[in-house]
């Protein structure tokens, strides 16, 4: 099986729909001869043309609101946010418009689409381009929120959302693009959304995270291995839908749950996981649903050292899996 790199995969995702699909387009800042500011999008252009892979202005409501008008007709658009940063422009088009389009309707009318956005830190990019968005927009019903942590998974998975007849956040952690390698079939293959995947099975804790956190949680996993605790690292990769059943039945195995996000701790995803568990394990809990998360900053800082200090990473997931486990 082939390996490629998170970002490869990803650009495989586009372009095998793309072929399939004449009704698939690509919009969004510098996606065509440029090929993205990462380059996802290196080669679409050449390949399907200026019909298919659109450059558009600089206006982050506009790319989602052209978007959404193209899904209402027929198309099926990828809208790249070349930032996540930047989406909030279009947080009117997403959370009032895409998401609420087939219930406003009764079921007339749904928005086929999909928006990539790269996030999170860890790249010295500071306030404006390292932020996580996640929150915001898992709160709203409607609206598909998926995070891959695996190439294999991101190809996959970035397919099955161009596939969805309701409109999908896809979110990319930027930090994995090029740093991060796995198999990825060249074959045709989804992964659906909505199921979670235990990455390491274990007796004795429960590690709940996505994106690059999933990542940092199987090495922290290893690490306390060692000492004799054993982990369990459930990668959500989805947030809405969420996989309730998997995470449960997993805490519910363990007794012990550490939700590990990048994302400001107060009113953060992990808030939500937390809420989960303490309703609907509490029966099977040995010590408290526990966080970790960044601190409550308005966003990242570009000096290394407090970049560091803001990201949780495979030390600090270790010393809090530690922390649990003693209880």
């Not at 605790?229 to 997993?250: F, G, K, N, Q, W």
């Not at 195995?253 to 609907?280: M, P, Q, R, S, W």
């Amino acid at each position: 099986m082939p390996t490629r790199t998170f970002i490869e995969a990803i650009r495989d995702g586009m372009s095998s729909e793309l072929r399939r699909d004449p009704m698939v387009i690509i919009l969004g800042e510098d996606v065509g001869p440029k090929g993205g500011v990462f380059l996802a999008t290196d080669g679409l252009w050449g390949e399907f043309g200026d019909d298919r892979v659109i450059d558009t202005p600089l206006t982050e409501s506009m790319i989602v609101g052209t978007a959404i008008g193209a899904a209402l007709n027929g198309l099926r658009p990828i809208a790249e946010i070349q930032f996540a940063d930047f989406i909030f422009p279009a947080f009117n088009q997403i959370v009032s418009e895409a998401a609420r389009m087939r219930y406003r309707s009764n079921n007339g009318f749904g928005v086929p689409m999909v928006i990539r956005a790269p996030y999170g830190g860890g790249v010295h990019g500071a306030l404006y381009h390292s932020q996580s968005v996640e929150a915001f927009f898992a709160h709203v019903p409607g609206l598909k929120v998926v995070v891959p942590s695996t190439p294999y998974d991101a190809k996959g998975l970035l397919r099955t959302a161009v596939r969805d007849e309701d409109p999908v956040l896809f979110l990319e952690h930027k930090k994995m693009y090029r740093s991060v390698r796995g198999e990825v079939p060249d074959g045709e293959y989804v992964v659906p959304l909505g199921r979670a995947a235990i990455r390491r099975p274990g007796r004795q804790l429960t590690v709940v995270a996505y994106g690059l956190m999933s990542l940092y949680a199987l090495e922290a996993a290893e690490r306390v291995a060692a000492e004799g605790i054993d982990v369990e690292v459930v990668d959500l990769r989805s947030l809405r839908p969420l996989d309730r059943d998997t995470l449960l039945t997993s805490v519910r195995k363990t007794g012990k749950c550490l939700v590990v996000h990048e994302d400001n701790k107060f009113g953060g995803y992990g808030a939500e996981i937390a809420a989960i568990v303490a309703e609907d394990a509490f029966d099977y809990l040995d010590g408290p649903v526990s966080r970790l998360a960044g601190p409550d900053v308005p966003a990242f800082p570009y000096n290394h050292a407090l970049e560091d200090w803001f990201m949780p990473n495979p030390s600090r997931i270790a010393d809090a899996i530690r922390r649990l486990a003693a209880y």
